[in-house]
């Protein structure tokens, strides 16, 4: 090829790489401009942003595309490590030429041609038979150098070109007789790749001074704070952000995004660098000493042969001596000692203000600091312990000193050491390890907040259970858990109730990745891995209306009952589906419990507000609302009134439900209820933190955290296959006690109320004694009646210890009884519904042609996955499908999409929602239309029954499977003869 046909190959090239990026722009702009008509907006607004609009998308036009004369291309060799831009031929020419730089570049790439005789650029070079520019000035030069290097093999010609390119080539590489290090030699310092890149860097991406206020304000503030409710000092430091300060006077702000794995191997401070040239000079000379030292000796050997013996015997000591060294440096046998790592962590960072050194002293700042607290504590003179890392600090402390052990700057694959970055600057930090488990806030001050979390759109979804395959290894399992936890962001690594040590991946590509990273690279030993464990939940619905078959019931008022609704027909305790009354193991305690299912807006609404439940939560333990962030409040309180709008909407059964509410649950954050409807239980609400004046408007009676208790247990684990539960509420509509009990109760109330008297008395007596008559007469009682006095202590604790005797016999074994109760009745009031199982799904976006539309479908259609929007995309030929994937149904999804669509079609799977499985587990056939269609056994799998199944088989629970009752043997024709 030469560099005629090479240039219009480029220009070939870069038009397909446009018209794909054209068409994406348009397809873009199309469905904007849709969108705007679809909406609901005044001519006068659509006309004012059309004209707006019309100028920004013809700037940006101009911009998506790529020129070279823009410079946003770059001409490279990946083989020989070679790029240039046509910015930088274009200053070397104007150099020799005299043309300006800018005529130039505008010139270099096009229709021009360069005139011999009037030194003048002209257009028309196809059009006139004559050679681009871009051929003339760049192509035919690397065309020579390279005809002369590798066809010619002139050693004279490659010397004039080194020469008049006033290259700095040593002579070794240009008398190799390999090629390609000859090469390599001359390009890499004419046309130097890393300058190509990093000027088109430079040019093209934009300045850290161009962050704007609102993206810092975002940054600084965690948790949902304001900017301006966080300290002076601390706003101070938005200026530092804003102008990117490099002095060393700055304050120092770093924020770690991830922590990198690098082996020790590959740090620079342990390779062997290149020799430069005063290196080998030094070595040449230190040989050429060895080698007069060596002839002098052999000439003292021939005169004098004792000398030489002594001399011959130094090196067998010192090889002795050293051997010795290595013996004391192997550790012994059977040692508990653990080997030094392989692996080291170098913090990717970012230095957002001030500059960072080698040895700087730094605070690490944890995600729960608080600037406010942490500035009144250096005002009162808290010192902060430089010994400490992130597992040796408290639960009230986050913050700790480390030490900027090394300064790297990333190179590509490779790191260079430094001794300071400045900011605006991407760097690598080494000695974080222990302070920093994923991302982290590094400052010189600590009145900087920690910065915002980063945000991952998968969320963790897919676990397995771990073990070595070997006994010997857990501590090596355990050590790798620890280090792929703090170099992977997404997975989560945590050890079960039983024992296992389970990762939690967001889905089937990411695990096998993080699989292989322990069996290779974080613990190396070989792994036993479980099958792949996706979450369920259990639900309970409104009794449905259709059968099957998609049949209308005829009689709405009969509930259809399932094999296992049926189980509990002769049982007592259940009044109708949904309601039960159940008692304590004692007789003693009577609860009615009724099951119902929440309305979807009230779950889904749940769910979001997680952490607002953890934060309500805690202020119903500890009643501090004045120190909670106003922004939090007004959140909480938010949440309320969205709760009580969709409570009052949802009919009559839930109105008045939000002053109702006894608890969330599982772990008293779910997506369930407990709402207390006793008439004469009176309790305070989840929300009586909010309001200080409605404090008190409500007593505990004992045994109400019973009733919390036992809830918790029967939502963390439901009947179907012991999975959380979701979407389910729980009403307490009676709470009697038995009359022995209510006697003890009384009793007990009544003595510790005479133990309250006697108290007050004893506290009047010690406030009143102020006064000097009474503290004289107070004294002679004591002195002249302290019989009495013991006889009164006495009494006391003999009423203290038979309160608290009655208490334990009363309410210590009872309270378990009543747990039990309340978790039994929950859990049984929940199966005489219709129960569901919920699913975890994934949306899938797909983007394919038309002639793999049934293909993909077909499979979508194989793993009960369901198309929920299916569009061209405008200006394109390509189909954007989303669709809905259970994620239990995704292992080998990818695959058999690739293999069925011939690689035209690739999926992404993103965690997506939580979606009900419209069938029951122990559904049978009921009505006629249900036996004409599926017989009287219906021998046709249940989806839903198969996943309970499965899940109970891995739990070792029981499982419904179904049993032959009446089988006979097929006698064939050869047996009766």
């Keep these: 090829m030469d560099p005629l046909e090479a240039f219009y190959q480029l220009q070939q090239t870069l038009e397909q790489v446009n018209l794909v990026t054209s068409e994406l722009f348009t397809s873009e702009i199309m469905e904007k401009s849709s969108n705007q008509t679809n909406g609901s907006v005044n001519m006068e607004e659509f006309q004012s942003h059309d004209t707006t609009s019309t100028f920004e998308d013809t700037e940006k036009e101009r911009n998506i595309f790529f020129s070279p004369d823009q410079g946003n291309v770059i001409f490279a060799s990946a083989v020989d490590?070679?790029?240039?831009?046509?910015?930088?031929?274009?200053?070397?020419?104007?150099?020799?030429?005299?043309?300006?730089?800018?005529?130039?570049?505008?010139?270099?790439?096009?229709?021009?041609?360069?005139?011999?005789?009037?030194?003048?650029?002209?257009?028309?070079?196809?059009?006139?038979g004559k050679k681009p520019l871009f051929v003339q000035v760049v192509l035919e030069n690397i065309w020579s150098v390279y005809e002369a290097v590798y066809v010619r093999k002139d050693k004279d010609m490659i010397e004039k070109i080194v020469t008049s390119l006033d290259l700095k080539v040593s002579p070794r590489d240009i008398k190799h007789n390999d090629p390609k290090v000859q090469i390599k030699a001359i390009t890499t310092q004419w046309l130097p790749l890393s300058e190509a890149v990093l000027g088109a860097v430079v040019e093209k991406l934009p300045s850290p001074l161009q962050i704007t206020g609102d993206r810092i304000e975002k940054l600084m503030c965690p948790h949902g704070k304001r900017f301006d409710k966080l300290p002076h000092k601390t706003q101070q430091l938005k200026e530092d952000f804003m102008k990117c300060i490099a002095t060393e006077e700055a304050p120092v702000i770093v924020f770690v995004s991830k922590m990198v794995p690098v082996e020790k191997t590959d740090l620079p401070q342990n390779k062997q660098r290149p020799l430069t040239d005063e290196d080998i000079q030094r070595r040449r000379e230190q040989a050429r000493l060895r080698h007069a030292q060596r002839m002098a000796t052999s000439d003292m050997g021939q005169t004098t042969p004792t000398d030489s013996g002594e001399k011959l015997e130094q090196p067998t000591g010192s090889k002795i001596i050293e051997e010795e060294d290595v013996s004391d440096k192997e550790s012994p046998v059977g040692s508990d000692t653990e080997p030094e790592a392989d692996q080291t962590f170098i913090a990717f960072a970012r230095v957002m203000s001030g500059v960072v050194k080698k040895g700087q002293k730094l605070y690490v700042l944890g995600p729960k600091h608080d600037p406010e607290v942490a500035l009144k504590e250096e005002t009162s003179g808290h010192q902060i312990d430089d010994?400490?890392?992130?597992?040796?600090?408290?639960?009230?402390?986050?913050?700790?000193?480390?030490?900027?052990?090394?300064?790297?700057?990333?190179?590509?694959?490779?790191?260079?050491?430094?001794?300071?970055?400045?900011?605006?600057?991407?760097?690598?930090?080494?000695?974080?390890?222990?302070h920093i488990l994923k991302s982290g806030t590094v400052s010189s001050t600590v009145g900087c907040p920690a910065f915002t979390d980063l945000y991952f759109d998968a969320s963790p979804i897919v676990r397995v259970a771990l073990e070595p395959k070997h006994a010997v290894d857990m501590k090596k399992l355990v050590q790798g858990l620890k280090l792929l936890n703090q170099a992977d962001p997404c997975v989560q690594v945590m050890v079960q109730e039983t024992g296992e040590h389970v990762i939690v991946t967001a889905g089937e590509v990411h695990l096998q990745r993080c699989v292989d990273d322990l069996k290779e690279r974080y613990a190396k030993i070989e792994l036993n891995v479980s099958e792949a464990i996706v979450p369920f939940r259990e639900t309970i619905i409104i009794p449905p209306k259709v059968d099957m078959v998609n049949e209308v019931i005829q009689d709405t008022n009969v509930v259809i009952k399932t094999s296992r609704m049926k189980e509990f027909e002769d049982d007592d305790e259940v009044l109708k589906p949904g309601l039960i009354q159940t008692y304590t193991a004692n007789k003693k305690c009577c609860v009615v419990i009724r099951a119902q299912p929440l309305p979807d807006d009230i779950t889904k609404l749940l769910e979001d507000s997680m952490d607002l439940l953890k934060v309500l939560d805690h202020l119903n333990k500890t009643s501090d609302i004045v120190s909670l962030n106003l922004s939090?409040?007004?959140?909480?309180?938010?949440?309320?009134?969205?709760?009580?709008?969709?409570?009052?909407?949802?009919?009559?059964?839930?109105?008045?439900?939000?002053?109702?509410?006894?608890?969330?649950?599982?772990?008293?954050?779910?997506?369930?209820?407990?709402?207390?409807?006793?008439?004469e239980y009176k309790r305070q609400t989840v929300w009586t933190c909010l309001d200080n004046e409605s404090e008190g408007s409500g007593e505990l009676w004992d045994l109400d955290n019973s009733f919390v208790s036992g809830f918790q247990i029967a939502t963390l684990s439901g009947p179907l296959c012991e999975e959380p539960m979701r979407g389910v509420c729980f009403v307490i509509e009676k709470w009697e006690m038995m009359n022995d009990t209510e006697k003890s109760k009384e009793s007990v109330e009544k003595e510790s109320h005479i133990q309250n008297e006697s108290r007050s008395e004893c506290s009047k007596t010690s406030v009143n004694d102020g006064d000097i008559d009474n503290i004289q007469k107070l004294t002679s009682k004591i002195n002249f009646g302290n019989k009495s006095n013991s006889e009164n202590e006495a009494s006391c604790d003999k009423i203290e210890d038979s309160v608290s005797r009655k208490k334990t016999e009363t309410y210590g074994q009872f309270s378990g009884q009543l747990i039990s109760c309340i978790k039994d009745g929950c859990r049984k009031a929940f199966q005489t519904q219709s129960q569901r199982l919920v699913v975890a799904m994934y949306k899938c976006n797909i983007q394919a042609t038309a002639e793999v539309l049934g293909k993909l479908f077909a499979v979508l259609g194989k793993r009960n996955g369901r198309v929920i929007e299916d569009e061209m995309r405008e200006g394109s030929q390509i189909f954007n499908i989303i669709a809905a994937l259970p994620v239990v149904e995704s292992f080998g999804f990818a695959d058999d999409i690739r293999k069925k669509t011939?690689?035209?079609?690739?999926?992404?799977?993103?965690?997506?929602?939580?979606?009900?499985?419209?069938?029951?587990?122990?559904?049978?056939?009921?009505?006629?239309?249900?036996?004409?269609?599926?017989?009287?056994?219906?021998?046709?799998?249940?989806?839903?029954?198969?996943?309970?199944?499965?899940?109970?088989?891995?739990?070792?629970?029981?499982?419904?499977?179904?049993?032959?009752?009446?089988?006979?043997?097929?006698?064939?024709?050869?047996k009766n003869k």
């Design 81 to 128: 490590g070679w790029g240039f831009t046509c910015g930088q031929f274009a200053k070397l020419f104007s150099k020799k030429t005299g043309i300006n730089k800018d005529v130039l570049l505008k010139t270099l790439w096009g229709d021009y041609f360069l005139n011999s005789k009037t030194k003048r650029i002209m257009k028309g070079a196809q059009a006139k």
């Design 387 to 434: 010994s400490l890392s992130i597992k040796d600090l408290s639960s009230d402390r986050h913050i700790t000193v480390a030490t900027v052990r090394e300064v790297y700057l990333f190179m590509g694959r490779e790191l260079e050491l430094m001794d300071s970055v400045p900011a605006g600057n991407v760097l690598g930090i080494g000695g974080l390890e222990d």
């Design 632 to 679: 939090i409040q007004e959140a909480i309180k938010d949440f309320k009134s969205k709760l009580t709008k969709i409570f009052d909407e949802s009919g009559k059964f839930w109105r008045g439900a939000i002053d109702q509410i006894w608890a969330f649950g599982p772990r008293r954050v779910g997506p369930n209820l407990l709402l207390n409807r006793i008439p």
């Design 902 to 974: 011939s690689g035209l079609a690739s999926p992404q799977l993103v965690f997506s929602h939580w979606e009900v499985v419209d069938i029951d587990p122990f559904w049978i056939p009921t009505t006629e239309e249900e036996y004409l269609h599926y017989g009287e056994k219906a021998d046709s799998e249940n989806r839903a029954h198969h996943y309970m199944n499965t899940v109970r088989k891995r739990k070792g629970l029981k499982l419904d499977k179904k049993i032959v009752e009446h089988a006979e043997k097929q006698r064939t024709l050869t």
